[in-house]
């Protein structure tokens, strides 16, 4: 039986068929769907979102669809035969003629892209590719073939042209600009290889900009073979953050103010950074010189100031020498003018003190101290005897601030006498403390650290904008010199303790509506704040010219020492230390006070309020019956004037020894 599948004789070779029996089609029916389809592709040809073209040599347009028509706005018979240069923009007609011709001869991987005029004058601007077709009059038995046909694609790029125009416009512009900003500028990518730098830069460095790009910055810029730590934009690469600062750099020949800041290209997933150096030099030379002129001007000032204040003693030392050698016949008389004369020399150690807090003779003693506690206890002292109105308030918890409680209580109190005399008809000062983040200087603003914040705010007369830089001077002062000793000397010797504990001080002020005084004090971390506290003594003695000494000899044991002239100022001090949870250490009370209670008699009150108070009595007066039994009287020791420091050091280490009973 033969095979059903057996091809019919009347296949090419090479041929088959499909197995089985085939369906049988009517001629009619083939003809039928072969129009269908014929249909179907014309229509999808007129309505493709892309312009054809069949074209001679000639430009000629044999053939076209709809949307080609649509594109210029004409109909296909407008189309037809016509030169397909009569619709390309006149000006562009002689370009688009020679490079047709090229595209005629060999498609193949060329396009053009020219701008075509519609009918009501307007223009788009289309992309032309193209292919050989076959002449509908070729044959493959003809000897002599007609040219090919060329069919035209065309897309509407308008749009698209316009956005690369625009994208090379702003290029252009950038670089333009980048390179005629007078700031030298280089793109550095995470591997610090130059990436790019403006043409300031490059004449900088005297070299072409394509002789650094795809070099190490640091190889460029500093000669080194790693970048230094201190650069800014080695400190912006690890931080990931923008960061300032400035220096002189050697091969830049110049003094440069420079910005880091990290940045993602769009394309990459890497970390690059922008750098800005902009040249400083000449300015600060200028500060330089300002500086110089200023310094020169506070030496005048401090030499003129000195002078005055010594002159004036020594006037009064020198009267009271040739008094007591003219009545050296009367021992009494020449006594009293020595004891004068003793007395002026005391008035030359405090000068002599005060000034050498600008030296390191005047270095602190610093140990944790609570701040609020200590500003609620100058405060009022510093304010007294006017009708300034005093608000004291704390924005969150403060950690302890590490300082010299004493030499801050001076400067404290030094910023609130020029602010009492601000303001001699009264008004509101308000004194605000709160914890912080702020930078180590006011120069640097990259390391962060915890400082304690004091801001002294008050409503007086203000300072003039070209009189505030001069504030810190020594011996800078608006008011008459007249006698007073040292006057100009207070807000001096305020910044210069600030400076001294790592801290520092700037003034705000406005002519006529007061000044502001912001102080910035180094914190202590929770780790450095559980050291025991140092030794604290309260010394009650009216004779203030012992204080000078007795502040010497307890500082140089590491210890915090407060003085009360009389019994009222001591029981104020030592309920505030109590209130606070730093009571003192001990106590150092004077027998006797001028025009008040003694030591007894405070001690007694004192008991009242801290049964466990250890006080030790002070007197002048070696006949004193507390003298020879002070545990009969309250006292756990007492010292007759004048003291020996190896007395006082010994009395310090009893006191300070927690083994030691508190009485007798």
């Avoid at 347009?61 to 009569?86: D, K, P, R, W, Y």
């Avoid at 193209?130 to 035209?152: D, T």
């Avoid at 008035?347 to 003693?365: A, Y």
Wanted: hydrophobic share 35%; net charge negative.
């Amino acid at each position: 039986m033969a095979s059903s599948s057996k091809p019919p004789s009347n296949l090419a070779a090479g041929q088959t068929t499909l197995l089985g029996n085939p369906p049988t089609l009517k001629p009619h029916s083939a003809h039928i769907r072969i129009k269908r389809s014929l249909d179907r592709c014309l229509e999808l040809y007129h309505r493709s979102p892309v312009g054809y073209l069949v074209v001679d040599e000639d430009t000629r347009i044999l053939h076209a669809n709809a949307t080609m028509g649509t594109m210029l706005a004409v109909t296909l018979s407008e189309l037809l035969f016509n030169q397909l240069s009569n619709y390309i923009y006149p000006t562009d007609r002689q370009r688009f003629t020679s490079r047709y011709l090229a595209l005629y001869q060999d498609p193949v991987g060329k396009e053009i892209e020219i701008r075509f005029q519609r009918k009501d004058g307007s223009f788009f601007i289309g992309q032309l590719t193209g292919s050989h077709i076959r002449s509908e009059l070729s044959s493959p038995q003809a000897i002599h073939q007609p040219p090919p046909q060329l069919l035209i694609s065309v897309v509407d790029v308008t749009i698209r042209s316009r956005a690369e125009r625009m994208i090379l416009s702003a290029k252009r512009q950038w670089e333009q600009t980048f390179d005629a900003v007078p700031d030298l500028i280089a793109i550095i990518d995470e591997n610090q290889v130059i990436r790019r730098i403006n043409q300031p830069f490059a004449q900088r460095l005297s070299r072409p900009p394509e002789a650094c790009v795809g070099r190490k910055c640091h190889d460029v810029i500093y000669r080194k073979p790693a970048c230094p730590t201190d650069c800014p934009h080695f400190q912006s690469r690890q931080s990931g953050t923008p960061v300032r600062g400035d220096r002189f750099i050697e091969q830049l020949n110049g003094h440069f103010s420079i910005f880091a800041a990290p940045f993602t290209p769009e394309d990459l997933s890497e970390k690059w950074g922008i750098v800005v150096y902009s040249d400083i030099s000449e300015r600060k030379q200028a500060e330089r010189e300002l500086l110089r002129s200023r310094t020169l001007e506070s030496i005048g000032c401090l030499a003129g100031g000195i002078a005055h204040d010594y002159n004036n003693l020594l006037t009064s030392l020198m009267g009271y020498i040739e008094l007591a050698k003219v009545n050296r016949a009367d021992e009494a008389v020449a006594a009293t003018y020595l004891d004068h004369a003793s007395d002026t020399l005391g008035h030359v150690r405090e000068l002599t003190s005060r000034l050498l807090t600008f030296s390191s003779g005047g270095l602190p003693h610093r140990m944790p101290a609570d701040l609020q506690k200590m500003v609620e206890e100058i405060a009022p002292l510093g304010l007294s005897g006017s009708n300034v109105k005093l608000e004291v308030s704390t924005e969150g918890k403060l950690l302890p601030a590490s300082v010299d409680a004493l030499q801050i209580k001076i400067a404290l109190r030094n910023i609130l006498i020029n602010a009492r005399e601000a303001m001699p008809q009264g008004g509101d000062l308000r004194i605000r403390l709160r914890q912080v983040r702020a930078p180590a200087s006011p120069s640097e603003d990259r390391r962060l650290g915890d400082f304690n914040e004091i801001q002294i705010a008050d409503e007086g007369c203000g300072i003039p904008a070209s009189e505030v830089d001069k504030v810190f001077d020594p011996y800078y002062t608006t008011k008459a010199r007249g006698t007073d000793r040292g006057m100009g000397l207070g807000l001096a010797i305020a910044y210069s303790i600030f400076q001294q504990h790592e801290g520092h001080i700037k003034i705000q002020s406005v002519p006529g509506k007061g000044t502001t005084v912001t102080i910035h004090l180094p914190a202590v971390t929770n780790d450095a704040s559980t050291t025991a506290p140092a030794p604290r003594f309260l010394i009650m003695d009216d004779e203030t010219e012992l204080w000078g000494y007795l502040e010497q000899v307890f500082l140089g044991k590491e210890c915090e020492v407060d003085f009360a002239a009389n019994g009222v100022e001591a029981l104020r001090l030592y309920l505030n230390a109590l209130s606070g949870g730093r009571p003192y250490t001990g106590l150092l009370l004077d027998l006797t006070i001028d025009g008040g209670d003694g030591g007894v008699s405070v001690l007694r009150e004192i008991h009242e309020l801290d049964p466990d108070a250890r006080a030790v009595a002070i007197s002048g007066d070696t006949a004193a019956a507390v003298l020879k039994d002070p545990a009969g009287h309250g006292f756990l020791d007492a010292l007759a004037k004048p003291f020996r420091i190896d007395d006082l050091h010994s009395l310090i280490d009893r006191l300070a020894s927690q083994n030691t009973p508190a009485y007798q």
